[in-house]
Structure formats: C-alpha cells, structure tokens
C-alpha cells in the first residue's frame, strides 16, 4: 500500500504511513480502547483492498476530474526566478507536491530524479515545496539533491488547488497544459502505472 501524509499532522517530525484521526480531547480509557480498535480494523480493511487492486509499487493514480481546470502554476524557484506552467508547454510535466518532513516525499525522491534525467526534451519534473523556509529547503536540498528545479509555494495556495490535502501528490500535465492525472501516495522503484500514463502523454 502506497505511503502518504495528510497535511494538519506535526510537522515537526518525519510522518510516513496513513495518519489516523486525533483521538478526542477527554476520553475514558475504555473509549480510547473502542477507538483504537476501530482504527485499527479500519485500517486493515483499507490495507486488503489495497492489496487486492494494485502492488505495493504502485501510488493510487487518478484520472484528473474531468469537470475541475487545470489550475495556473506560478510560482519562484529556489533563485527567484518565476515558473510558469505555460513555459514547459509542448512538454509532458511531472508537479511534484512535497515537504522535507513528509517521510514519502523523502523515498521518492530517487524515483523522481530518475524521471527527470530519462527523456528531459519530452519529459519536465518540478518540485513544489509545501510553505517551507527557504534555509530549510536548501539544507535538504544539500543533503538530498534534486535533478528537477524546486518551486515553492510558501502560502499553500497551490497545494490547495492541485491536491486533495495529500502529501506527496503528483500531477501529470500533458503537453498542451492539461492536468490529466493525479498520483496519491509515494511513487514506489517498480512503478509502473503512472510511467505508463506518462508514455502515453508523450506519444499523443
């Protein structure tokens, strides 16, 4: 089962896996226990359908809703300089939704850069760093490189508009500039749905 955090956990520590609701403020100790076991049980549901319906490689990948705009993607690098969606259009585009305490974001990396540097005259990832400082970004940067330019979007205004609150999120845009899929969840070594998606993107 692919790994996610959901944004509204603690930042201040590396999250991985599926978070589970805050437990109520005052509770008995025979309801923290009911609680507990529903979660869990939930949890294992969740993780048997999972299972019965794509390999743990695989993030859960999404046509893009069909009735939802591709939102405008404007935002400045890691120098300042401005991006914009509409520069890279011709290419399909791989936006990348990430945080350095979000523990998925940080696996997939290599994934990431391996996609970056395969076919970069048909293929453009960029990075979007969720409302993080800039000294923050550059120190994980330092210690994890990225072959993709890192954006940031220090109000969370495209994180709101491009994911369903869920970290790491990645969209694929076609090369006219069009959201066509979404991938929830981190993106495994052996993935191969969303690089078939990609593929396809590219011999339109």
Same mark, same amino acid.
């Given at each position: 089962?692919?790994?996610? &955090? ?16 805050? +437990?109520?403020?005052?509770? %008995?100790?025979?309801? %923290? ?6 979660? /869990? +049980?939930?949890?294992? +549901?969740? /993780? ?20 939802? /705009? ?17 520069? +890279? ?26 996609? /970056? ?29 990225? &072959? ?15 994911? &369903? ?40």
């Amino acid at each position: 089962m692919s790994e996610s &955090a959901i944004i509204g956990a603690e930042p201040g520590r590396r999250q991985s896996g599926i978070m589970t609701p805050f +437990l109520p403020a005052v509770t %008995t100790p025979m309801q %923290t226990r009911t609680i507990r076991r529903s979660l /869990a +049980l939930a949890a294992c +549901l969740l /993780a048997g359908t999972a299972a019965a319906t794509a390999s743990a490689a695989d993030a859960m990948l999404k046509p893009w809703p069909a009735r939802q /705009a591709t939102p405008a993607l404007r935002l400045s690098d890691l120098q300042g300089k401005e991006w914009q969606l509409g520069q +890279l259009r011709g290419k399909v585009v791989v936006v990348n939704f990430w945080a350095s305490w979000c523990g998925p974001c940080v696996d997939e990396l290599p994934v990431l850069n391996a996609l /970056a540097r395969h076919d970069p005259d048909k293929v453009a990832v960029v990075g979007v760093n969720y409302k993080e400082p800039l000294d923050t970004i550059e120190r994980f940067a330092g210690a994890h490189p990225f &072959a993709y330019p890192v954006l940031r979007d220090r109000s969370g205004d495209m994180f709101r508009q491009w994911t &369903a609150g869920v970290m790491p999120t990645t969209i694929v845009v076609d090369r006219q500039g069009r959201a066509r899929w979404r991938s929830v969840g981190e993106i495994g070594a052996g993935d191969t749905r969303l690089k078939a998606a990609i593929d396809a993107l590219v011999a339109e």
